[in-house]
């Protein structure tokens, strides 16, 4: 699986921004796509996760309510919309597959990986 992340920018707070991962090579039902990112001098982390077959997401708490996964099973899209942008949410965003029989939200069952996009949010 090879990934494309695309979308990322500057925004000012408030703001918003959608996030595009172009998947390609076979994609099965049970994995997982997930955007993850690395804030400056931080760890990555996760930040949201699909189902490719079911499409049961996840998110992390920080931003529930302002971050919506998506995906489009067709074209190969897993999408990130961003609202209420913060400058807390500024970094590198990347997707990621997970193949594993499971939904976790830990970057260790994540084999694949896009080259990330930026994103930087000023206030």
């Known amino acids: 699986v090879q990934l494309q992340a695309s979308g990322g920018g500057m925004v000012q707070t408030g703001g918003s921004l959608k996030l595009s991962c172009a998947a390609s090579g076979r994609i099965f039902s049970h994995y997982t796509m997930a955007w993850f990112r690395r804030a400056p001098g931080k760890e990555r982390e996760f930040v949201a996760s699909?189902?490719?077959?079911?499409?049961?997401?996840s998110s992390a708490d920080s931003v529930k309510g302002r971050f919506t996964v998506s995906r489009d099973n067709a074209k190969k899209m897993v999408y990130l919309q961003m609202i209420n942008l913060r400058p807390e949410d500024t970094a590198v965003y990347y997707c990621?597959?997970?193949?594993?029989?499971?939904?976790?939200?830990?970057?260790?069952?994540?084999?694949?990986w896009g080259q990330g996009t930026q994103v930087t949010v000023s206030s």
């Open positions: 990621a597959t997970s193949t594993a029989r499971l939904e976790s939200t830990a970057q260790k069952y994540y084999y694949y």
């Open positions: 699909i189902t490719w077959g079911g499409g049961r997401t």
